[in-house]
């Protein structure tokens, strides 16, 4: 069965610092990898998606992520932050074909400091 | 594109009553999803259709929860009774499928829907 695992439950970041939201999931194959942003009261908005190809994958708002086979994680990278990026962030898993479930983690949420 | 649409946004009912949450996917899209989020459980798939029907209701909670989709622009999500462990935010998504599901897109969000049962 496919799993995803967010280790940090709550990462706190100074503005302008850079960020990394970690992502390990397992899946027998090769999966469909995403990350999604939540912020307070909203839905979840896609921020980039990994299907096959490269393996930095480059999404809105400045973020990138890098699937890496090796090590089963998919990681979440922004080079400086911003206050506005202050939300929840999912990873999420789904299989490459079939089923259209996906699996999401129990989600960081990162807390932006002056 | 508007979106997917929710509504309500906000639902207080008592516990008994029945509760409909309903949902407008985005036009184009073949996929619907269910999902509940909760502080304890975190984003739960309840349901998913495609092309209107059912594929994948094993995380349904019980005989309490239905959800229907008559046609490609509506599907609503019911409980009957509702009891006060089914306050949660209920989101709906929708994507689009190609090949009968063999290939998938990312899903897109509603706002979802505020539920409290007192």
């Known amino acids: 069965a496919q799993s995803v ?3 940090d439950i709550h990462i706190t970041v100074s503005e302008g610092a850079s960020l990394e939201l970690r992502c390990n999931y397992s899946y027998g194959a090769t999966p469909y990898l995403f990350w999604y ?3 307070p009261g909203q839905g979840l908005q896609l921020l980039l998606k990994y299907f096959s190809g490269d ?5 809105i708002k400045g973020f990138e992520a890098e699937f890496k086979r090796s090590q089963s ?3 979440l990278r922004k080079p400086s932050v911003h206050w506005s990026d202050a939300a929840e962030y999912f ?5 490459s074909f079939g089923n259209e479930k ?3 983690g129990t989600g960081t949420r990162l807390t932006i400091i002056p | 594109d508007a979106g997917v649409i929710q509504s309500p946004r ?3 009912t008592e516990m008994g009553q029945e509760v409909t949450l309903r949902c407008k996917p985005i036009s184009g899209h073949n996929s619907l999803f269910w999902y509940r989020q909760t502080m304890m459980r975190g984003l739960e798939l309840l349901i998913y259709f495609n092309n209107n029907v059912p594929i994948d209701d094993s995380g349904m909670p019980e005989d309490r929860f239905s959800a229907k989709m008559p046609n490609a622009s509506f599907s609503t999500l019911k409980i009957q009774p509702s009891e006060p462990r089914d306050s949660a935010v209920y989101f709906c998504a929708s994507s689009f499928s190609a090949s009968g599901g063999t290939l998938i897109w990312e899903q ?3 706002p979802g829907t505020r539920l409290t049962v007192t």
């Open chain 1, 5 to 7: 695992t967010q280790p």
């Open chain 1, 37 to 39: 942003v939540q912020s």
């Open chain 1, 55 to 59: 393996t930095l994958v480059q999404g």
């Open chain 1, 73 to 75: 994680s998919f990681n």
């Open chain 1, 91 to 95: 990873c999420a898993v789904g299989p």
């Open chain 1, 102 to 104: 996906l699996t999401f």
């Open chain 2, 10 to 12: 906000h639902e207080v």
């Open chain 2, 108 to 110: 897109y969000f509603g």
